[in-house]
T-cell receptor, first 112, second 117 residues
Framework: GEDVEQSLFLSVREGDSSVINCTYT??????LYWYKQEPGAGLQLLTY?????DMKQDQRLTVLLNKKDKHLSLRIADTQTGDSAIYFC????????????FGSGTQLTVLP | GAVVSQHPSRVICKSGTSVKIECRSL??????MFWYRQFPKQSLMLMAT?????????EQGVEKDKFLINHASLTLSTLTVTSAHPEDSSFYIC?????????????FGSGTRLTVV
């Protein structure tokens, strides 16, 4: 079945860039997502990328997709303390009637 | 944008009682609703998938008689935890899906923290 993997923890200093990595196995993945979860809250969609794209930038967020290696990354520029949260990558096929497959989540800690 | 309202956000109940969690899509029609369970510091575990007007499809290991899912309309799905026990204490999140959403498919509720005492 599909599998999505992420490293569990990342610590950065305020103002630095954060890079969260994700690998997936399903070659039929059509959409890839990054979600943010703050303590006790639901998931907030940060950004998504189609599998036919290599890069997408949205303000401080840059998503890179290497489809050949099935590698996805999220770069957060000028990381702030408010960015501390768990970040999940997820993939889905074209049919949104099928569930997302989530990674384990990366706990990002921003140090002052 | 698309919003899913999930209630209650927190609930404490006594062991043996039942608890209902509601998810409503506020400005779109949710053709499919997913129910997830999340243990502390872990990822989301899919419990079941429901399509409006149909019986829910449960993932392996999830008791359908314990976790009752109703998706009677395109804007409302409910999860009822029956005869709750302390091991059912968890964070439950719904996700609504609909083609044509600007986020290409999925909008999450804010989650329900269930504590069974």
């Amino acid at each position: 079945g599909e599998d999505v993997e992420q490293s569990l923890f990342l610590s950065v200093r305020e103002g630095d860039s954060s890079v969260i990595n994700c690998t997936y196995t399903d070659s039929s993945s059509t959409y890839l997502y990054w979600y943010k979860q703050e303590p006790g809250a639901g998931l907030q969609l940060l950004t998504y990328i189609f599998s036919n794209m290599d890069m997408k930038q949205d303000q401080r967020l840059t998503v890179l997709l290497n489809k050949k290696d099935k590698h996805l990354s999220l770069r957060i520029a000028d990381t702030q303390t408010g960015d501390s949260a768990i970040y999940f990558c997820a993939e889905s096929p074209r049919d949104s009637a099928r569930q997302l497959t989530f990674g384990s989540g990366t706990q990002l800690t921003v140090l002052p | 944008g698309a919003v899913v309202s999930q209630h209650p956000s927190r609930v404490i109940c006594k062991s043996g009682t039942s608890v209902k969690i509601e998810c409503r899509s506020l400005d779109f029609q949710a053709t499919t609703m997913f129910w997830y369970r999340q243990f502390p510091k872990q990822s989301l575990m899919l419990m079941a998938t429901s399509n409006e007007g149909s019986k829910a499809t449960y993932e392996q290991g999830v008791e359908k008689d314990k976790f009752l899912i109703n998706h009677a309309s395109l804007t409302l799905s409910t999860l009822t935890v029956t005869s709750a026990h302390p091991e059912d204490s968890s964070f439950y999140i719904c996700s609504a899906s609909s083609t044509g959403l600007s986020n290409y498919g999925y909008t999450f509720g804010s989650g329900t923290r269930l504590t069974v005492v």
